[in-house]
């Protein structure tokens, strides 16, 4: 293994194989009504037809794989969606749509479209509306697209350690923001109260009882990315018209992942991806659910207890209900990384020092990564995860640089220094 590897080589890692996994399980309906294909296809199609919308590129990184003894790493990257930076561009703007659509249909009795609500047809319904979310900043973001783009006003909480760059990205949007003096988790159920009083919508990537329409919608949006990325692997000849044997995907409330995991699933049944799901070590609440068996709280840094992480997008104590009814069962693997690989994780991808094509990646992108690096180095996860020179890995950048002064201070200042 190649030297240049020593600091995935050094840290320390926990894996664990899930419990209650089945492969053969059949995807049950109660699944489905969080995501199937059908919903899914129906976020999809929408989305496709917004302004701006590409499909993100996938960037194989074959130098690193052949060090790895694997044929492909490829990464799904984000960093571009409609401008905003992140994967969350396509959940919460959509789900604001799906809040906006129902509430116009209703007063008209007509079946409205999102060009007809960017048109302003309809402002004078529209401009009424006003939807609220917690977030540490890219979903923030994205709802206060949504809001801008069909015609609604935003209100963003945001937790005590959210940056002023990711601040600042969400005002870009017209988004009124209020930072609280408390952790993501909290900032949450703050957002949520303070919502029911003001009467405004809730748009929340996370779930909890009897909230879990809209947080489905979220998911049914990130799942374009797995949509995107199966075609391409059925359309990449040197991969012979087969999908990923891994993935290797980040969590925070566990929604990007179970979107990928719950849409996988239904599509290709028992002959889906291995799915890893990994996690910050001081803020793996998926982790310790898998560990416990039902749903739990993270244990967070092992002297203090707090919940926190330097990947901000994954600094989360408390699992999503619904995302943890598809992964329970759907995952195949839970592991943590520890914060002290993400830096050098970062700097490898934006200078790769084995000539693979440079991504920029945000720190909360690059678990995954540190995560394949580390199991494929030693011999004993490689064969529990079942990694061989005939895996073909998918991993995803979820953010580029959205907090730039800290990218600089992790990457730039550490490259050129």
Same mark, same amino acid.
């Not at 799904?76 to 703007?93: I, Q, V």
């Not at 330097?310 to 600094?315: E, K, R, S, T, V």
């Not at 002290?340 to 440079?358: H, K, V």
């Given at each position: 293994?190649?030297?240049?590897? &020593? ?23 109660? %699944? ?35 060090? @790895? ?11 571009? #969606? ?6 969350? &561009? ?22 409205? +479209? ?17 939807? *609220? ?33 990711? =601040?600042?990205?969400? #005002? ?13 988790? +909290? ?36 799942? @374009? ?10 359309? #990449? &000849? ?8 891994? =993935? ?45 068996? *039902? %749903?739990? /709280?993270?244990?967070?840094?092992? +002297? ?37 690989? *993400? ?12 000539? +693979? ?15 394949? =690096? ?17 895996? #073909? ?10 907090? /730039? ?9 550490? @490259?050129?220094?």
């Amino acid at each position: 293994m190649d030297n240049s590897l &020593s600091p995935w080589k050094r840290s320390q890692f926990n894996l664990l194989p899930n419990p209650d996994a089945e492969r053969s399980l059949v995807y049950s309906e109660k %699944l489905r009504d969080i995501i199937s294909k059908e919903n899914c296809q129906e976020a999809h199609q929408e989305i496709q037809s917004w302004p701006g919308y590409e499909v993100s590129e996938l960037i194989s990184l074959p130098h690193l794989a052949n060090i @790895l003894n694997l044929v492909d790493i490829s990464f799904k990257d984000e960093s571009k #969606r409609f401008g905003l930076g992140s994967f969350k &561009s396509l959940g919460g703007a959509y789900a604001v749509f799906k809040h906006i659509q129902s509430i116009v249909e209703k007063r008209t009795g007509l079946q409205i +479209d999102s060009d007809i609500l960017r048109s302003e047809k309809y402002k004078e319904i529209t401009s009424q509306i006003t939807v *609220t979310t917690a977030t540490d900043g890219n979903h923030g973001r994205s709802v206060a697209w949504g809001a801008q783009l069909f015609g609604c006003s935003a209100v963003i909480y945001v937790p005590s350690s959210c940056s002023k760059e990711r =601040i600042e990205a969400i #005002r870009e949007f017209g988004a009124q923001v209020i930072q609280s003096n408390l952790n993501y988790d +909290d900032t949450v159920r703050l957002c949520a109260e303070t919502g029911h009083k003001e009467g405004h919508q809730v748009i929340s990537d996370t779930s909890w009882a009897d909230y879990t329409k809209i947080p489905s919608q979220v998911m049914q949006g990130y799942s @374009l990315i797995a949509e995107e990325a199966i075609i391409e692997y059925f359309t #990449r &000849s040197f991969r012979e018209a087969v999908p990923p044997s891994h =993935i290797f995907i980040q969590a925070g409330v566990g929604g990007l992942a179970a979107a990928i995991t719950g849409y996988l699933w239904d599509l290709l049944d028992y002959k889906r991806p291995v799915i890893v799901i990994v996690e910050p070590e001081n803020a793996a609440c998926l982790f310790a659910s898998a560990a416990e068996g *039902t %749903l739990t /709280k993270a244990s967070g840094d092992k +002297d203090t207890g707090e919940i926190h992480t330097i990947m901000a997008g994954l600094d989360c104590g408390e699992a999503s209900p619904i995302a943890w009814d598809i992964l329970s069962k759907g995952a195949d693997f839970f592991m943590t990384v520890p914060d002290d690989i *993400t830096a050098p994780s970062m700097q490898l991808l934006a200078n790769s020092p084995f000539g +693979d094509p440079t991504i920029t990646a945000g720190e909360s992108s690059v678990a995954g990564l540190a995560a394949l =690096i580390m199991t494929a180095s030693h011999e004993e996860s490689r064969q529990t995860l079942g990694l061989s020179p005939d895996s #073909r890995i998918l991993l995803v950048n979820s953010e580029g640089a959205m907090d /730039k002064a800290l990218y600089h201070k992790l990457v730039v200042e550490e @490259l050129s220094g």
